[in-house]
């Protein structure tokens, strides 16, 4: 099936791709694609470099004529966020990415796709294999761990590179160059429960919510989506008030997917079922109808389930609902210097309960760092609140924007020549490794761009034929004008 992906233009590109997608490589357990890209370096005779954090690097003397040309960076992440859904049966670990094409899109059956960063790095890849290419000396730097701390970029050596300009392929839309990004700082709150066993006379339901769009945590947090945590939380918040007891939550996965799916074991005592059957059905309704035009295939399901073995005592479960509902989601507040830009966002990720103890995972972002230890604290405040203990880690810079930028300008005036209107000058919400690299080499000049991708972060992940064409053009054509040293 992966066959009619090689066919498509550019082949190298594509074709790198699919190599690339045959390797499993979930954040955290990148062994085998940092193996793969050593022997893809080593292969074409080229300087490879593995640093302490796992970062590969390999190296490319100039072609003819471009030896006086400033070394370039090209630089894109390995590995790539694993979501499925719950009704695919794919194992991350040991499969390949299966894809297809769908019209101008190309696809992955039911899991994400890895065009995030994969196209960057199939890109990258593809340069390094040509013959025919013009380019200064190149550097491809691809880094592990981006999508779940960035500790690869945090790590990187700070003397295995030589490039003064460093171009970042990891941006999601092709007519925008990116010049700024969010920092980010992961909020983990835990604390334990008592329990009990179900009274007599008590009904066990799993209720499940399903059937959101997810999507990235960052760039997709503008929208609006449905937080399958969130709305889980009110079901059980509502639910409580006729007597209901949670036994279990499992809701959502990654810090940088907005959850799409969520389940709940809870019991009720038999004389209170009908009314928690019409609590449950009426806010379902009102949710629904709250989310019509952003979430039209949101469901909340309510099933008979096997009785467990202790739920949750009030007290406790009063505790975390209230402060679930307290947390804060989404848009904390808009950038007043940039149009359009969500400044400071949290995403509740992951909820878990159970065994008597409870994890809610968050991360929040911002483009202002005190902005982002402002929404920081202020969860941390509402958790402890809840008799939570909360924990602030994986901290990284945002990257902060230079409008004066020399390739900028260089990139500005080839997007125009090339495609006759004016490219989209931007920073973004999302975590680009940019500001961290940055901190490792202060005099890199440096800016992010790529194809058109959506769904980032979610089964629904696709990737633009058409764009890929002309990022590749856009791409070739920048190398060729990279500035004298």
């Not at 992966?2 to 190298?12: C, D, F, G, H, S």
């Not at 357990?29 to 690097?57: H, Q, S, Y």
């Not at 690869?152 to 990891?170: H, M, P, Q, R, V």
């Amino acid at each position: 099936m992966n066959q009619e992906i090689r066919n498509l233009e550019p082949k190298a590109v594509w074709n790198k791709f699919a190599d690339l997608n045959a390797v499993p490589r979930p954040s955290k357990k990148e062994e085998r694609v940092i193996a793969f890209m050593k022997e893809f370096g080593k292969n074409l005779g080229l300087e490879t470099l593995e640093d302490k954090a796992g970062n590969v690097i390999i190296k490319k003397p100039a072609t003819a004529g471009m030896e006086d040309r400033k070394t370039v960076v090209l630089q894109s992440h390995l590995d790539m966020v694993h979501q499925k859904n719950n009704d695919t049966d794919f194992n991350f670990d040991t499969q390949g990415i299966v894809m297809h094409v769908d019209g101008d899109w190309v696809r992955a059956k039911g899991t994400t796709l890895g065009a995030d960063n994969g196209l960057g790095v199939a890109t990258i890849m593809a340069i390094l294999e040509s013959n025919d290419i013009e380019h200064p000396s190149i550097e491809g730097l691809f880094t592990i761990d981006e999508e779940t701390g960035m500790t690869g970029a945090k790590n990187l050596d700070d003397s295995i590179l030589s490039g003064e300009i460093l171009l970042n392929l990891d941006t999601e839309e092709d007519d925008e160059i990116g010049i700024g990004c969010a920092g980010g700082i992961d909020i983990t709150a835990t604390r334990s429960y008592a329990s009990d066993k179900p009274g007599v006379n008590s009904k066990a339901f799993k209720i499940t919510v399903k059937g959101l769009n997810g999507g990235h945590s960052g760039m997709d947090i503008i929208k609006g989506l449905g937080n399958a945590n969130k709305i889980m939380n009110r079901v059980l918040f509502e639910a409580a008030n006729v007597g209901m007891q949670v036994a279990e939550i499992n809701g959502g996965g990654l810090r940088n997917a907005i959850p799409r799916e969520s389940n709940a074991v809870v019991v009720v005592a038999e004389k209170d079922v009908e009314a928690f059957n019409s609590s449950i059905k009426v806010l379902s309704k009102a949710i629904q109808e709250e989310y019509a035009t952003l979430e039209a295939n949101l469901t909340v399901e309510v099933n008979e389930a096997e009785m467990p073995a202790k739920v949750m005592l009030e007290k406790d479960q009063s505790e975390l609902l209230r402060s679930i509902y307290a947390a804060h989601n989404g848009v904390f507040r808009m950038s007043p210097a940039i149009e359009g830009l969500v400044e400071t966002s949290n995403n509740i990720a992951r909820v878990e309960v159970g065994n008597g103890q409870i994890e809610v995972m968050c991360l929040t972002r911002s483009s202002v760092e005190s902005g982002k230890w402002d929404l920081a604290n202020t969860l941390k405040s509402t958790f402890e609140l809840g008799g939570f203990d909360v924990n602030l880690s994986g901290d990284y810079p945002g990257w902060a924007p230079n409008p004066d930028s020399g390739i900028l300008k260089v990139m500005e005036n080839l997007y125009k020549e090339q495609n006759g209107e004016e490219a989209h000058v931007a920073a973004c919400h999302a975590g680009l490794e940019c500001g961290i690299l940055g901190s490792h080499y202060p005099k890199m000049d440096m800016v992010s761009f790529g194809p058109t991708i959506r769904g980032a972060h979610s089964p629904d992940e696709r990737a633009s034929i058409s764009s890929m064409q002309k990022f590749w053009k856009f791409t070739l054509a920048a190398l060729k004008e990279i500035p004298k040293k």
